[in-house]
T-cell receptor, first 113, second 113 residues
Framework: AQSVTQLDSQVPVFEEAPVELRCNYS??????LFWYVQYPNQGLQLLLK??????LVESINGFEAEFNKSQTSFHLRKPSVHISDTAEYFC???????????FGTGTRLTVIP | DVKVTQSSRYLVKRTGEKVFLECVQD?????MFWYRQDPGLGLRLIYF???????EKGDIPEGYSVSREKKERFSLILESASTNQTSMYLC????????????FGDGTRLSIL
């Protein structure tokens, strides 16, 4: 079975500083990986995904994540955060061909002015 | 753009009541899901459905049932609501074709008094 670990439940960071949100997964089979973002009082929105190909994937708002198979990680990074990035971020995994997503427990990113 | 609509943003019910949470998607997706979201626990899958009248238990189905009479609508039912079912409930859908990301509704915050 798949599982996802997000070790950091809360990450405070100053505006314009870099940030890394960590995600590790466990699976013995080929997987797809996702990062979702949840802004206050909203549902989850897809931020970026890794299905195949290049191990570095990017979102339109400056986030990127790198799939590292040997370390079973899919950490999310941004070189310079904005106030508007304050949200909860969820890492998720599914095995290829499956219907279910397995979610981590989430990381609350708070950007401090 | 895919739209997943949950009928209520906020709902307050009493212990023992039968509660219906409704979810409608407008993109003819085959797969629909109900999650509950609790602080520190992330998203946990309650039930999912991969076709009309088909349903599968997720990780925490106890105390819940579901109904999918039409492709676009997936209902979550709390047969006899209890206080430990106070939570945020999120509905999601995606197409069977490929491993596309799930699209989420804005959530229903349910309080059982």
């Amino acid at each position: 079975a798949q599982s996802v670990t997000q070790l950091d439940s809360q990450v405070p960071v100053f505006e314009e500083a870099p940030v890394e949100l960590r995600c590790n997964y466990s699976s013995s089979v080929s997987v797809y990986l996702f990062w979702y973002v949840q802004y206050p009082n909203q549902g989850l929105q897809l931020l970026l995904k890794y299905l195949s190909g290049s191990t570095l994937v990017e979102s339109i708002n400056g986030f990127e994540a790198e799939f590292n198979k040997s370390q079973t990680s899919f950490h999310l990074r941004k070189p310079s955060v904005h106030i508007s990035d304050t949200a909860e971020y969820f890492c998720a995994v599914t095995k290829t061909g499956a219907n279910n997503l397995f979610f981590g427990t989430g990381t609350r990113l708070t950007v401090i002015p | 753009d895919v739209k997943v609509t949950q009928s209520s943003r906020y709902l307050v019910k009493r212990t023992g009541e039968k509660v219906f949470l409704e979810c409608v998607q407008d993109m003819d997706h085959e797969n629909m899901f109900w999650y509950r979201q609790d602080p520190g626990l992330g998203l946990r899958l309650i039930y999912f459905s991969y076709d009309v009248k088909m349903k599968e238990k997720g990780d925490i189905p106890e105390g819940y049932s579901v109904s999918r009479e039409k492709k676009e609508r997936f209902s979550l039912i709390l047969e006899s609501a209890s206080t430990n079912q106070t939570s945020m409930y999120l509905c999601a859908s995606y197409d069977r074709v490929g491993n596309q990301p799930q699209h989420f509704g804005d959530g229903t915050r349910l309080s059982i008094l």
